[in-house]
Nanobody, 124 residues
Framework: VQLQACGGGFVQAGGSLRLSCAAS????????MGWFRQGPGKEREFVAA????????SYANSVEARFTVSRDNSKNTVYLQMNSLTPEDTAIYYC??????????????????WGQGTQVTVSS
């Protein structure tokens, strides 16, 4: 499966962006999906995850209540709605897929497929 993340850009602090992760090659309806980010000079960190049906989600403490992960299996796409953005959210954002449909995995090693990343830059 190939994952293509898009929707990044440049936004002022307090603004919003919606990232999309479109899958091709096969259906991701049986995969759990995650979002990670990697800021300059930092390790890749967990942001959010969603189980196969969208019924269960998990978030990093730093984004809880500001970000919302969702999915539309009919469109083979996962989304990350990001509100109240701060400069600390500046990073390359990656989507990832996990063969386990029920696991909201929080470490990169638990994921089987990765997209290429989309840059999010938040100015102060």
């Amino acid at each position: 499966v190939q994952l293509q993340a898009c929707g990044g850009g440049f936004v002022q602090a307090g603004g919003s962006l919606r990232l999309s992760c479109a899958a091709s090659g096969r259906s991701i309806s049986s995969y759990s999906m995650g979002w990670f980010r990697q800021g300059p000079g930092k390790e890749r960190e967990f942001v959010a995850a969603v189980t196969w049906s969208g019924g269960s989600t998990s978030y990093a403490n730093s984004v809880e209540a500001r970000f919302t992960v969702s999915r539309d299996n009919s469109k083979n796409t996962v989304y990350l709605q990001m509100n109240s953005l701060t400069p600390e959210d500046t990073a390359i954002y990656y989507c990832a897929g996990n063969h386990n449909p029920w696991m909201n995995a929080t470490t990169p090693a638990q994921y089987d497929y990765w997209g290429q990343g989309t840059q999010v830059t938040v100015s102060s």
